[in-house]
């Protein structure tokens, strides 16, 4: 009778511990990246000369490709959620423009989400990102290998004349450009199963802040211009700013 | 009793397997070891079509075989010939390195793997009466061993060219023994390796290693009036002069140059980016000294970007017996 009574026991305790270890798996969001892309504060309008940039000079926009790397989430405790993974935005690829982080956060209260704009040296190696993205994306060895961490282009208008600008950023013969960025006004709890973050380029502000970027001074292409190539660094920290939309994209 | 038992399952596994549809006792394919140039990512080839000994021997038959065609009049090489890179005519791309394709055919009409734009060759360029194949009791043999199959299908068809379109890799070019530290360049060729690969000649963007081409599709500005390019597939305005960028390997031997075939030498290409880019609508931001009409090369850089462009050439691909018509 004892034995009966130690084994139903048992077994209460265990249906117990059963529902419990079900119950305290530890609570996480899944983050869904959502790129935006404005001028001067708009929807950015591809191919269309309307925007002017701090020198004067009109522009438009045609491409916009680049990484966004190793985000990381900041906790109110002091600890840190870094996600590995390496992200390709194209802004006429639609399906590049949303795009849900490999790894959950936990739940809890967060001061804010830091970011690399391009890819840190560890990340930025030739061949490691599969053959679409060699092709699309390649820095040439010549000029130290990797990959591009942004193609921005367009036309300007200098002296009445339209010309083609090739904004492009990168690891420039050993010297890395990337941008980490830390996202202003980035705090946020999190509580639900899902978290969007909308992460808004202000393409404008590539042009400016601390550099007026002169187009015709700079000239068509920068790859191989180390001055311009910290210029754009230096302009690049403040581009980014962040939402939180209830919606998914 | 035991054994028995044992003796018993054994006898009914073998039943089952022996009922089985699959049984094909002759087939027994040879799994071919790809062997991928050095300095060329991995190649990415479907579970549902693994490389064989007899799948590439069967795709060479085909390729080289008229059969193919509705009509019996042309075969895959009759436009693709080896000696010049598996091309010939200016609107035919070359068979090279076609492993690592997504985007197929100049305005891109296709895009996926090898498979999906064979599929496209047999079933809609050729209209292969597969009736011609069926009553060939060679072939009959040669799918058996390649495919285990009976009955020949376009899906097998397609099987078998893939895997031999898969073994076409030109990779043993100057340009490859210089990167392994096998040969140097001459200084001119050297002159014309930093153009290529830097913005000054600004070549790289769409012709970028290791395969010489973005696999993109692009208006180069060879026209104020474009042809339609993909806007004949897309039928999105954007899209208007847009075609492929071809491989540069082996583009010594493929001659002529553009879609259209209307550069007949590659001084005339190198001209052309020089100082002949046409304005249009949808030429890509890529063509940035389009202002200028080109990159404004001297005459000592066009002849220097030539002589690059000949490193590309891949002799040992061009002649290579494995890839020719097999007359055994």
Same mark, same amino acid.
């Given at each position: 009778m004892k034995t009966f009574r130690v084994s139903v026991f048992a077994f209460i305790l265990a249906t117990f511990v059963g529902c419990t270890n079900n119950s305290i798996q530890p609570e996480a969001t899944s983050v869904n990246l959502q790129f935006l892309h404005l001028v001067d504060n708009q929807p950015l309008e591809l191919d269309n000369i309307k925007y002017t940039n701090a020198v004067g000079q009109a522009y438009s926009i045609k491409t916009v490709k680049y990484f966004v790397s190793r985000v990381t989430f900041h906790k109110t405790d002091g600890t840190d959620i870094a996600i590995p993974d390496i992200h390709y935005v194209d802004i006429r690829d639609e399906a590049t423009l949303n795009y849900e982080l490999s790894e959950k956060i936990p739940y809890g209260s967060y001061s804010g989400i830091s970011f690399v704009y391009g890819l840190v040296p560890e990340d930025n190696v030739t061949g490691s990102l599969g053959l679409e993205l060699d092709q699309l994306m390649e820095w040439p060895m010549m000029m130290?290998?990797?990959?591009?961490y942004m193609k921005l282009e367009g036309e300007y208008i200098s002296d009445d004349v339209i010309t083609f600008f090739n904004f492009h950023s990168g690891s420039l013969n050993g010297v890395a450009y990337e941008i980490h960025v830390d996202l202003p006004n980035s705090s946020f709890d999190a509580n639900a199963s899902n978290l969007n973050v909308g992460m808004a380029m202000e393409i404008s502000n590539w042009f400016q802040n601390p550099v007026d970027w002169d187009f015709a001074y700079w000239g068509s292409g920068i790859m191989g211009n180390a001055d311009a190539q910290a210029t754009v660094q230096m302009n690049g920290t403040d581009v980014f700013s962040v939402n939180f939309p209830e919606t998914a994209l | 009793m035991r054994i028995k038992a044992v003796g018993s399952i054994f006898l009914l596994a073998s039943a089952l397997l022996s009922c089985t549809p699959d049984e094909q006792p002759d087939y027994t394919p040879t799994a071919y070891d790809l062997k991928i140039p050095k300095g060329f990512p991995a190649m990415e080839i479907p579970d549902d079509n693994p490389m064989t000994v007899e799948g590439i021997e069967l795709g060479r038959m085909l390729y080289y075989d008229s059969i193919l065609d509705q009509n019996q009049s042309r075969a895959c090489a009759t436009c693709h010939v080896q000696e010049h890179s598996f091309t010939s005519v200016p609107d035919v791309l070359p068979h090279v390195n076609l492993g690592w394709s997504y985007n197929w055919l100049w305005k891109g009409d296709v895009q996926g793997s090898l498979e999906d734009i064979m599929e496209f060759e047999v079933?809609?360029? @050729? @209209? +292969?009466?597969?009736d011609n194949l069926k009553s060939d009791a060679a072939y009959l043999g040669l799918f058996k061993k390649a495919f285990g199959t009976d009955e020949i299908t376009y899906q097998h068809i397609e099987m078998a060219l893939a895997q031999f379109l898969r073994t076409l890799n030109s990779g043993n070019a100057k340009f490859d023994k210089v990167q392994r530290g096998e040969a140097q360049f001459t200084n001119q060729e050297n002159l014309g390796f930093e153009l290529f690969f830097t913005?000054?000649?600004?070549? @790289?963007?769409?012709?970028? +290693?290791? @395969?010489? +081409?973005?696999?993109q599709l692009h208006n180069n500005a060879l026209d104020t009036d474009p042809d339609p390019g993909h806007f004949d597939i897309s039928g999105d305005p954007l899209d208007f002069g847009k075609y492929k960028s071809p491989t540069l390997r082996n583009i010594e031997y493929t001659a002529p140059y553009m879609h259209d075939g209307r550069f007949a030498t590659l001084e005339e290409v190198v001209n052309f980016y020089s100082e002949g880019l046409q304005p249009s609508p949808t030429v890509d931001p890529l063509m940035k000294q389009l202002s200028n009409g080109g990159v404004q090369l001297s005459e000592d850089e066009k002849a220097a970007l030539v002589a690059f462009l000949k490193t590309l050439s891949d002799e040992e691909f061009v002649q290579n017996p494995e890839f020719s018509r097999n007359t055994q």
């Open positions: 130290g290998g990797g990959y591009h | 079933q809609h360029f @050729f @209209f +292969t009466n597969l913005e000054r000649g600004d070549c @790289f963007h769409c012709h970028a +290693t290791a @395969f010489f +081409t973005d696999g």
